[in-house]
């Protein structure tokens, strides 16, 4: 029985369901995702993708993933189909290309591309795989990241991240409105260099002179609004 040979993510105690549509790695694909973690592997004969992990409630959305292998006559073709079959059933597919190594160059190449087709852009990711073990391991990647905590933790990054943003640019347009006389660029670097209004009221002219690279009448005029309010 094949392994998981690094260390899995910590998934939900409950097994999911996964489905794989028969094929000459079904097989293997089973093997080496029951031996990274708690999944319900059935294999199907019919299913609009090769594999995918069944949504959890308030743990994980479907996750659908295409096989692109040489054993495909007329593969480019017949992928491109597949394809926009998949994408009109799911927001977005994971195509895996098993052995590239088998294909032409120039299959290889076309396949690659296919996601800058006009049906399939910004619904599609192709990714090449070695071996059936570091396919696996790109889909419990995938999986991981799509876990609706995963995304919840991405969200709140985002928003924090924008929160200070939208703070920097407030305090920019502060100073921008009481010293004219500073560009907003000068605004951006004085605050990064000193952090805060707060902190620019209390450097020095020497240390504007020292830390920054403004002209010294801007730096007069910069003192001399701080030593009127202060």
């Known amino acids: ?35 990274c973690g708690p999944f319900t592997c059935k294999q199907v004969d019919k299913c609009p993708v090769d594999l995918m992990f069944c949504a959890q409630a308030r743990t994980f959305p479907a996750i659908p993933f295409m096989f ?3 054993a495909t006559s007329d593969v480019v073709s017949v992928t491109k189909e597949r ?3 998949a994408t009109t059933l799911f927001p977005f597919v994971h195509a895996i290309i098993l052995f590239p190594s088998a294909l032409p160059p120039r299959t290889f190449r076309e396949l690659q591309s296919l996601h800058l087709n006009q049906d399939l852009s910004d619904k599609i ?3 090449p795989a070695s071996s059936i073990e570091t396919a696996v391991h790109f889909m419990l990647s995938v999986r991981s990241k799509q876990s609706f905590q995963a995304q919840e933790r991405t969200a709140e ?12 640019a407030h305090t920019v347009r502060i100073l921008q409105s009481n010293m004219p006389f500073l560009h907003e660029d000068e605004c951006e670097m ?25 002209d010294a009448d801007v730096i007069k005029l910069l003192v001399e609004y ?5």
């Not at 990054?157 to 920097?168: I, P, T």
């Not at 902190?199 to 240390?207: A, I, M, P």
């Not at 701080?226 to 202060?230: G, L, R």
């Open 1 to 35: 029985m094949a392994t998981c040979s690094t260390n899995p993510p910590r998934y939900a105690e409950k097994a999911q369901v996964v489905l794989v549509k028969k094929s000459p790695n079904a097989a293997e694909v089973m093997s080496f995702l029951s031996s």
């Open 68 to 70: 692109i292998t040489s």
């Open 83 to 85: 394809a926009r079959h």
């Open 125 to 127: 990711q192709i990714v």
């Open 157 to 168: 990054f985002y928003a924090r991240l924008w929160a200070q943003v939208e703070s920097k």
């Open 190 to 214: 004085l605050l990064d260099v000193f952090g805060s209004i707060a902190g620019l009221s209390r450097v020095s002219e020497q240390n504007f002179l020292d830390q920054t690279v403004l």
């Open 226 to 230: 701080f030593e009127c309010i202060t």
